[in-house]
């Protein structure tokens, strides 16, 4: 865990609460912290700095989900959203605060551009990255370092990704989650689908080596799938290899992405490339 980091920043002006009209009141000095968000299936979580962090339940009451599969599907429809519960739980926000959003692995520039489109409108970011969540949750698990394996066994979704020194060298996915869990898609087949994306990425002969040498690490587990001891017993049984849960799982992702906005704050010109994806 790095130290803390006192940095001096320029103040911004903001409105401060997103969703309510900015011309009634004067502008409110604040500084210019950065924010991260992580945009689930089923939860929003934003990290206002440390020991501040939103989690609710993301389109809770509404007739159809604003977000399935880690995909945005009603983009309107989820711009009110967030701006309800920004809202609703009295959430300052400062216009014009750096932004780093998890993104689902391999996901398809225009589900991204549906992810800037809705957090700018909700957010009016002056700068927004994106990171992809198992490269967040590896920061936020203190990993990131050598070579690595990450699977992010989500809500609806599964990830899993070979990572060398916190780049993202090759990935695999699969559209299922906890929320699938009942008779008909049992923890065994929710592990077993993870570790058939760990033996996709072996089956390729340039990154059998280094897929092996992850292994013997072991690969560390983040997501709501981490809690669970069925699913993880499983996959220690099925990889044959130590399995390590992430301290915080369901949030790992979040907070990595919390450390991602403080270094890109720092260090404004070097921000990190966009990971090598594989198809």
Known sequence: ???????????????????????????????AAPIAVDL????????????????VPLGHGLRSPVVRRGRIID?????????????????????GALVVACRPVLAAPAEQEA?????????APSRLLFLDSVRAGAIGAG????????ADIGAQLTEVALLKDGRV????????????????????????TTARLVRELRQ??????????????GPIVIGDGATRPDVTARLVATLGATVHR????RTAALTGAGMAAISALRHPHDTPPRPERSA
């Open 204 to 217: 390729d002969a340039t990154l059998r080596p280094v897929v092996r040498d992850a292994l013997a690490r």
């Open 1 to 31: 865990m790095p130290h803390p980091v006192t940095a001096i920043r320029p103040p911004v002006r903001t409105g401060m609460l997103i969703g309510r009209s900015h011309g009634s009141r004067p502008p409110v000095t604040v500084d």
């Open 143 to 150: 990993a990131a370092a050598g070579t690595l394996l990450v």
């Open 169 to 192: 060298v090759a990935a695999r996915r699969a559209d299922v989650g906890t929320r699938d869990l009942n008779h008909a898609t049992t923890a065994a087949m929710l592990a077993d």
């Open 115 to 123: 992810t800037r489109r809705v957090l700018t409108a909700v957010l």
């Open 246 to 249: 992430a301290a915080s799982p």
């Open 75 to 95: 983009g309107p429809a989820c711009v009110s959203e967030l701006r309800r519960i920004l809202r609703d739980h009295r959430t300052p926000v400062p216009v």
């Open 40 to 55: 689930g299936s089923s939860l929003l979580r934003i990290w206002l700095g440390p020991g501040r962090t939103l989690s």
